[in-house]
């Protein structure tokens, strides 16, 4: 059964201050690893895609690197708008389009 | 460019109805795909939609079903509601497969 475990469940940080969050995933086959960013009352927003061992992405502050076993998502010199929830999701070569979520890291940014 | 609209935002229903949600995707997109999301489960594949044929569903009850249209808007049915259908039912679109699914902000569905 694939799964996604990401850690720390909650993460509290001063403003400007770096750090990683991770995912870790086992999946039969891994189509693609998806970050997203889900603020209060509102629905997940995309952030990233990742394919293949070794690529990786950066959206202004943020940089998503994955490895075949986990992805980590770096955060530089954060701000306290990037306080949110941040979630990780697998979706299998088999199965469509269906997305397997870890739990999120809750993200808090202190300015 | 108008991203996924779910409504009603907010619906309160009582033990033993049965509700129906609806969600229009971005333009152009034909898959679709709804999510539960809990604070004990988090987020909960339920179905996917492609070209008005169900392609995976997750592992809940019957009482759970979905419905896609030509225009690629789609409903989801809960019958026999229980009170731990209570939860944020999330929607979600895309151009189809590897590429990423964009969410609507969800219907808010509380059992009395």
């Known amino acids: 059964e694939d799964q996604v475990t990401q850690s720390p469940e909650a993460l509290r940080l001063q403003e400007g201050e770096s750090s990683s969050l991770n995912c870790s995933y086992t999946v039969s086959g891994l189509r693609g690893l998806f970050w997203y960013r889900q603020d209060p009352g509102k629905g997940p927003e995309f952030l990233f895609t990742l394919y293949s061992a070794g690529e990786e992405k950066e959206k202004e502050r943020l940089k998503a690197t994955l490895t075949k076993k986990e992805s980590f998502l770096h955060i530089t010199a954060p701000k306290p708008e990037d306080s949110a929830t941040y979630l990780c999701?697998?979706?299998?070569?088999?199965?469509?389009?269906?997305?397997?979520f870890g739990q999120g890291t809750r993200l808090t940014i202190n300015p | 460019k108008a991203g996924v609209t779910q409504t009603p935002r907010y619906l309160i229903k009582t033990r033993g109805q049965q509700v129906t949600l609806s969600c229009s995707p971005i333009?152009?997109?034909?898959?679709v795909s709804w999510y539960q999301q809990t604070p004990g489960q988090g987020l909960q594949f339920l179905f996917e939609y492609f070209s008005e044929t169900q392609r995976n569903k997750g592992n809940f009850p019957g009482r759970f079903s979905g419905r896609q249209f030509s225009n690629s808007r789609s409903e989801m049915n809960v019958s026999t509601l229980e009170l731990g259908d209570s939860a944020l039912y999330l929607c979600?679109?895309?151009?189809?497969?590897?590429?990423?699914?964009?969410f609507g902000d969800g219907t808010r569905l509380s059992i009395l």
């Open positions: 979600a679109s895309s151009l189809g497969s590897d590429q990423p699914q964009h």
């Open positions: 333009s152009g997109h034909r898959s």
């Open positions: 999701a697998v979706q299998a070569t088999q199965g469509a389009q269906k997305l397997v």
